[in-house]
């Protein structure tokens, strides 16, 4: 089975600063989506940004941006300009596209609290 | 356009009685997942169901813990006879199937508190 994996289980930025949060991922697969979510206090999950691994560029949404490197298993998240509001738990995940036993699976990773200091 | 919808938002139990999760997927998603969450913890997956079908129920438990998706109806994730270890929030998400970029949708969770 695909295993994700994000390393930091906690980082803090200063406001309207930039962070980086790390997500690796383990397939044999060639075809597949990476997603990130973001799940504020409320534990309401929420789509950040979504990526297709067969696009070379890397997906960005306003303050929110990846950094795709699909030979290293790499899909790391950037954020831009941190806000309060961004202060939340992360979790990356991957979605198997293979038509076989893992087909439509998501596989999440343990998530980075995301801590944001005014 | 609703959102998937899971309740109730929050249940309470005493050890040895019976917790049903319910959980109504967007409009037009077949397919529903169902994950646990434990305090300052990552989502686990439990189970993939499209109606009257799981697809994949490697993350369940394989005592006291069931889960269907009627032709009609919400899904229900039922935990039989709850422990304390059960006390976690669980999430219902569902998907567009055929869409592959679809992301998953996820509803707001149900927290269960086993006392």
């Known amino acids: 089975a695909q295993t994700v994996t994000q390393s930091q289980p906690e980082m803090s930025v200063q406001e309207a600063e930039t962070v980086t949060l790390s997500c690796t991922y383990d397939?044999?697969?060639?075809?597949?989506?990476l997603f990130w979510y973001k799940q504020p206090p409320s534990r309401q999950m929420i789509l950040v940004i979504r990526?297709?691994?067969?696009?070379?560029q890397n997906a960005t949404e306003n303050r929110f941006s990846v950094n795709f490197q699909k030979a290293a298993k790499s899909f790391s998240l950037k954020i831009s300009d941190s806000q309060l509001g961004d202060a939340a738990m992360y979790f990356c995940?991957?979605?198997?596209?293979?038509?076989?036993?893992?087909?439509?699976?998501?596989?999440f990773g343990s998530g980075t609290k995301l801590n944001v200091k005014p | 356009n609703a959102g998937v919808m899971q309740n109730p938002r929050h249940l309470v139990r005493r050890r040895g009685q019976e917790a049903r999760l319910r959980c109504s997927p967007m409009?037009?998603?077949?397919?529903v997942y169902w994950y646990r969450q434990l305090p300052e913890e990552g989502l686990k997956f439990m189970v993939y169901?499209?109606?009257?079908?799981?697809?994949?129920e490697s993350g369940m438990p394989k005592e006291r813990f069931s889960a269907e998706f009627p032709k009609e109806g919400p899904s229900i994730l039922r935990i039989q006879q709850v422990v304390r270890g059960d006390s976690a929030a669980y999430f219902c998400?569902?998907?567009?199937?055929?869409?592959?970029?679809?992301?998953?949708?996820f509803g707001n969770g149900t927290r269960l508190t086993v006392t």
């Open positions: 169901l499209q109606k009257e079908n799981i697809i994949d």
């Open positions: 995940a991957y979605r198997s596209v293979l038509r076989s036993y893992n087909f439509n699976k998501f596989y």
């Open positions: 409009k037009g998603h077949s397919h």
């Open positions: 990526q297709e691994a067969y696009k070379q």
């Open positions: 397939t044999s697969e060639s075809d597949y989506y």
């Open positions: 998400a569902s998907s567009l199937i055929g869409t592959e970029n679809s992301p998953l949708h």
